[in-house]
C-alpha cells in the first residue's frame, strides 16, 4: 500500500461538496414551492404550511435505522441508495393530487436524505484527519446555506414558468446528476461494509466487530441465526441487533450525549427558535414584510461569509472557540430583542445574531463526527442527529407556547437563555475534542486510498 500523503480538501471537491451541492440546490428549489402545491389541489392554509415540515420529519424518524442501514450495506452504497431514493420520492410527490399521499412521498425523501447524510459525515469521520475536519465540514455547511439561498430563486422560476410540478421534476433532476458524482468519482473502496471503520484506505471489519461488544453480539446471533455460513441476518436478527448497538452505544457515550450532544440540541432550538421570532417581534413593532425579508437577506449573506472562517478556527483553536461564542452571541441577541423598537435597532440585533450563527457554522456536524466512534461511526451519528435535532421541533413550540403564556416579549428571553445555558455547557461540561488527536501520528495525514 503506498505512504499515506499530506490531506487536501481539494480531494472531497467531486466526491462530497459537488453531490453535496447539487442536493442542496434541488432540495431548496422544493421548499417554497411545497405548500403552493399543496394548496394547488385544495389544501387549507395549515395543512399547506405542515407539508412543508414532513421532509426534516421524515429525517428525524429514520435517522436511527439509517444509521444501522448506512454500516450495514456500506457508506458509499449507503449515500448511492440515500440519493436515489431521494429522487423516487420526489417524482412520486410531483405526481400525486392527494395530501396524506403528498406528506407519505415527502416523509419518504427526507428518510432518504437523512441516509445519505449519515453515510456523508461517517465518511468525513473515516477519510477527513481531524485536523481538517472543522474546515471541511464548515464547507459542507457553506453548501448546505448556499443551496438554501440559490434553490429558492430558481425552483421559484421554474415553478412560475412551467408548474409547481416541474420545480420537483427539476429537484430529482439534479439528484440524478449528484448520484452519476458519487458514483464516478467516491472511491469503490470506501466505507464498504466490508471494510474497517477506522479511518485507514482499507481495514479488516471483522477485526473491528470482534473488538467492539455490540459487534461481537451481532456476529454472534448472526451465526447462530444461519449455521451454514450465510451471515445475513434476517430481519428480526437485523432489528434486534441494530437496537442492542443503540441501547450500547448510549449507555457506554452517554457522557457525551448528556453534554455535548445536549448543548448542540439548545444550540439547534435557539436556532430555528430564531426563524420564528425574528418575524413576529418585527411585524410587532411595525416593520414590513419587505424590510423583514432585506434584513433576513443581509443576515444570512453575514453567515456566509463566516462558515470558512469558523472552519479554521475549529481546526486552529478548537471546536469550542466557535460553539461557546455562537451559542452565546446568539443567546445574548435574542435576549436584546425585546428592547428594540426601530428599524435600525432590530437590523442591528438581527445582523448580531446571524454574526453568531455565522461563527458557529458546521459545529454541530463536526462535534457529531468528533466523539463517534471509528467502530460504526453511522450509528452514533443517527443517534446524535435525533437528539440534536429534536431541538428544530421544539424550538417553534417554546415560541409558541411562551407567547401564548406570557407574551411575545417573554418568548426571546426564554429562547435566549437556551443559547447561554447551550454556551455554559459546552465551555465547563464538554471536552476539546481536539486535543485528543493534535499528537497522533495520522492528524495531518491523508485517509483518501492512493495508488
Excluded at 60 to 73: D, F, H, Q, S
Amino acid at each position: 500500500m503506498a505512504r499515506a500523503q499530506p490531506f487536501r480538501i481539494r480531494t472531497l471537491a467531486l466526491p462530497f461538496y459537488l453531490p453535496a451541492a447539487l442536493a442542496a440546490i434541488g432540495k431548496g428549489m422544493i421548499m417554497p414551492v411545497i405548500p403552493l402545491f399543496a394548496r394547488s389541489f385544495g389544501a387549507g392554509v395549515g395543512t399547506a404550511g405542515a407539508m412543508v415540515g414532513m421532509l426534516p420529519l421524515g429525517a428525524i424518524i429514520a435517522n436511527i435505522p439509517a444509521g444501522y442501514l448506512v454500516e450495514r450495506i456500506g457508506r458509499r452504497n449507503a449515500m448511492l441508495l440515500g440519493i436515489a431514493a431521494e429522487a423516487l420520492f420526489i417524482v412520486l410527490a410531483a405526481t400525486t393530487r392527494s395530501i396524506p399521499l403528498l406528506a407519505v412521498t415527502l416523509m419518504a425523501a427526507g428518510a432518504a436524505h437523512s441516509v445519505t447524510d449519515i453515510a456523508r459525515l461517517s465518511l468525513f469521520r473515516q477519510i477527513v484527519p481531524q485536523s481538517h475536519r472543522g474546515r471541511a465540514i464548515a464547507l459542507l455547511g457553506g453548501e448546505f446555506r448556499l443551496g438554501g439561498s440559490a434553490g429558492p430563486i430558481f425552483g421559484g422560476f421554474i415553478a412560475s414558468v412551467l408548474g409547481f410540478r416541474a420545480a420537483f421534476i427539476a429537484d430529482a433532476s439534479v439528484l440524478a446528476v449528484a448520484f452519476l458524482a458519487t458514483l464516478l468519482w467516491l472511491p469503490a473502496s470506501l466505507g464498504s461494509p466490508a471494510t474497517g471503520a477506522r479511518r485507514v484506505p482499507i481495514g479488516d471489519r471483522a477485526a473491528d466487530d470482534r473488538r467492539s461488544p455490540v459487534g461481537a453480539e451481532a456476529a454472534a446471533e448472526a451465526t447462530a441465526a444461519h449455521p451454514n455460513g450465510d451471515l445475513t441476518p434476517g430481519i428480526a436478527t437485523s432489528v434486534l441487533a441494530g437496537i442492542r448497538r443503540s441501547l450500547h452505544i448510549l449507555r457506554t457515550r452517554w457522557k457525551v450525549f448528556a453534554t455535548a450532544c445536549l448543548a448542540i440540541f439548545l444550540l439547534s432550538l435557539v436556532r430555528i427558535g430564531r426563524q420564528s421570532i425574528f418575524p413576529l417581534w418585527g411585524e410587532a413593532i411595525g416593520i414590513d414584510v419587505a424590510q423583514i425579508g432585506l434584513i433576513f437577506g443581509i443576515m444570512n449573506g453575514v453567515e456566509l461569509a463566516l462558515f470558512y472562517p469558523a472552519g479554521m478556527v475549529m481546526d486552529r483553536f478548537g471546536r469550542k472557540a466557535t460553539a461557546v461564542p455562537c451559542m452565546s452571541i446568539l443567546g445574548a441577541a435574542l435576549f436584546f430583542l425585546p428592547f428594540v423598537g426601530s428599524f435600525g435597532g432590530f437590523a442591528i440585533v438581527a445582523i448580531a445574531a446571524g454574526l453568531g450563527n455565522g461563527t458557529g457554522a458546521g459545529i454541530n456536524m463536526t462535534l457529531s463526527t468528533d466523539f463517534a466512534p471509528a467502530d460504526r461511526p453511522g450509528e452514533f451519528i443517527a443517534i446524535w442527529r435525533t437528539l440534536s435535532d429534536s431541538g428544530s421541533v421544539a424550538g417553534p413550540t417554546i415560541v409558541g407556547l411562551v407567547a401564548a403564556s406570557f407574551g411575545l416579549a417573554a418568548a426571546p428571553a426564554v429562547i435566549g437563555a437556551a443559547g447561554l445555558a447551550g454556551a455554559l455547557i459546552m465551555l465547563f461540561l464538554v471536552p476539546e475534542p481536539t486535543r485528543r488527536f493534535r499528537s497522533h501520528p495520522e492528524g495531518k495525514r491523508s485517509m483518501l486510498p492512493t495508488k
